[in-house]
């Protein structure tokens, strides 16, 4: 075997070395990838499961502000209100969350669909339109623009969140 010859196997076994480290490479990136959308879901629940609590513990002023009109609203103790208002500011903050999250791919589509599902459940709420109004500058610009301009933002709230709870019988009405 000549010096060329081996200087040619040495080239195709280096060849060789870098394009198994590639893929192991690649490998470990697509890893990675799946733990961190992993904790991403994790932190999405747990998320979800503090604002739980919070709404437990504001129960009866979430749901009253909830069912408010502008008047009724305004008629309410100012820390029925607040109790309200931190709630929504929670709920949307999280929401927003997840949408930059979202647009960074880090959640999946089908994921991000059912949350919108949750997030326009809210959204159309007379007392959340009101409240929006009045906060909105608090959010990203992206996010704005997605809640505003989505078509499901548009559409009139039918849905009796409260009603449909106990009667199993009911048809959705959303």
Known sequence: MSFNDLASLGSFVSGVGVLVSLI??????????RA?????????????????????????????????????????P???KFAFLACIFAFFKHF????????????????????????????RMPAVQNWWKSRRLTFSPEFRRFIEESPESA??????????????????RV
């Not at 499961?49 to 749901?63: P, V």
């Not at 927003?96 to 880090?106: A, D, I, K, S, V």
């Open 36 to 76: 961190v959308r992993s904790q991403i879901h994790q932190h999405i629940t747990d998320s979800w499961f503090s604002l739980g609590a919070i709404l437990a513990d504001h129960s009866r002023e979430f749901t009253a502000a909830l069912k408010a009109d502008e008047k009724t609203f305004v008629d309410m």
């Open 78 to 80: 100012d820390d029925e």
């Open 24 to 33: 192991y490479l690649s490998l470990q990136i697509r890893q990675n990838t």
């Open 96 to 123: 927003e969350n997840m949408y930059l999250q979202y647009q960074e791919g880090l959640i999946a589509r089908e994921n991000w669909d059912a949350w919108t599902s949750q997030m326009f459940m809210y959204w």
């Open 155 to 172: 559409m009139p709230s039918t849905l009796d969140m409260f009603g449909q709870a106990g009667d199993k019988n009911a048809a959705p």
